[in-house]
């Protein structure tokens, strides 16, 4: 698969998919609230504690069911408020950018040789911010699912394992739809997979 560059015309949105890499629960008071900037897509999903989470020179308020996009390449940087810990996942992944009609999209040089490519530019039209709702507890209790299936000690990295994880990835992005018209291009390819 080809690397592609970032570009100021990202793809359409028709042509992303994403692919789940990994997640991590980060919450003790000795973690590392500085991060290494990622070489993959990040979700960071608050939920406990409070404060201020800095992302470049971008500065945003969380608590419980904030969520935050962060391109390749970006790092962030959390101060919590009165002595709270936040606690938090950070959910890794790739977009992989579909090739579109050549006519069409000339943006990638990848897609007018019909390859797909890694896409590393920024997936959402700003704000960043990922999802403030009623709908919070229900894609925490999605993203603790995902992240106990990968903590299985019998076979997590099994070809059904890792299926499964993909689609629960997949549906903890349809959760943020209300917030994002980008993740109800998906729908279609979850109830596909829901019905196989």
């Known amino acids: ?19 789940f890499k990994e997640i991590a629960l980060i919450g003790e008071p000795t973690d590392e609230l500085l991060s290494r900037p990622s070489s993959y897509h990040c979700l960071l999903m608050f939920i406990s504690g409070a404060g201020r989470v800095d992302i470049g020179p971008e500065q945003y308020l969380f608590h419980t069911g904030h969520g935050y996009w962060l391109a390749p390449g970006e790092s962030y940087q959390i101060a919590p408020l009165n002595g709270t810990v936040p606690g938090y996942y950070k959910i890794t992944f790739e977009v992989i950018a579909l090739p579109s009609e050549p006519q069409a999209d000339m943006v990638l ?20 911010e990922y999802i403030v709702s009623s709908s919070s507890s229900k894609l925490i209790q ?15 990295h099994s070809q059904t394992s890792v299926l499964r994880q993909q689609i629960m990835f997949q549906e903890l992005l349809l959760c943020g739809r209300k917030t994002s018209p980008l993740l109800i291009k998906i729908i279609p390819l979850i109830r596909h997979c829901q019905h196989r």
């Not at 698969?1 to 692919?19: E, G, I």
């Open 1 to 19: 698969m080809n690397q592609s560059p970032s570009s100021v015309y990202p793809p359409p949105f028709s042509s992303l998919l994403f692919h």
């Open 142 to 156: 999605l993203i603790e699912k995902l992240f106990h299936s990968t903590q299985q000690t019998v076979q997590p």
């Open 109 to 128: 040089a990848e897609h007018a040789a019909r390859m797909p490519s890694l896409y590393h530019g920024a997936v959402l039209p700003e704000p960043r």
